[in-house]
């Protein structure tokens, strides 16, 4: 696709990540777009009201949302929690005209078409507004992880006060994983070493 051809010869995994963004780009250029690249395409591709975000992760980025979904599903097992992990599935809601690729994505409790949480690693700034693309994925609760700390959102579609966060409030704590201490796992996250982050993680835990 001519789009996306005129620079990704010369787009490169590396320390610092790569983003391009276009617009105007019709609904119908999206979606050839992501047929294109196909399922182990390398790049992150996002669509919002016609402004299309071609990301190419970096290696932090992609350390970052694999270190946090090997914690989460330490959390899963030792807590018994029902999960189907969605990982980079690409959401599409044309009607809405979003679409979009989380970094990392979860039903919590029963499988669903789209997920409950949404993660995002944010590496560098400019991007579209991951809040309301995920307001109009239906997704109930984002989280960020950017400059080693998580930030939290839980959507309030009925709270006009949350109007400049795309109707999400900034929480401490999961409402979706109510248990999970936040301050433990981003203490693990900060911690160089994953797999000393790992053990940590599980020992900090609660018994039952």
Not at 8 to 36: G, K, T
Not at 52 to 74: A, C, F, M, Q, Y
Not at 90 to 113: F, M, N, W
Not at 160 to 175: D, K, L, M, N, V
Request: charged share 25%; hydrophobic share 35%.
């Amino acid at each position: 696709m001519v789009l996306l051809n005129d620079w990704s010869e010369r787009l490169a995994l590396q320390e610092s990540e790569e983003r391009r963004i276009f617009n105007p780009v019709a609904w119908a250029q999206y979606e050839a777009l992501v047929a294109d690249l196909g399922d182990k395409s390398p790049y992150r591709v996002h669509f919002l009201a016609g402004v299309l975000e071609i990301v190419s992760p970096s290696r932090n980025h992609e350390s970052g949302k694999t270190r946090i979904g090997d914690l989460l599903l330490i959390y899963f097992l030792e807590t018994n929690t029902d999960y189907f992990p969605m990982g980079s599935t690409t959401l599409k809601r044309p009607e809405q005209g979003a679409g979009g690729e989380p970094d990392e994505s979860y039903c919590i409790g029963t499988d669903k078409d789209f997920p409950n949480l949404a993660i995002e690693v944010i590496v560098t700034s400019g991007s579209i507004n991951r809040l309301e693309l995920y307001r109009r994925l239906g997704v109930q609760e984002v989280w960020f992880w950017q400059s080693d700390r998580l930030s939290l959102y839980h959507q309030r579609p009925e709270s006009p006060q949350f109007a400049a966060t795309a109707g999400y409030e900034p929480i401490g704590r999961s409402e979706l994983l109510p248990e999970l201490d936040i301050d433990l796992l981003t203490h693990c996250l900060q911690n160089p070493s994953p797999l000393a982050a790992a053990k940590a993680f599980r020992q900090g835990l609660p018994r039952g």
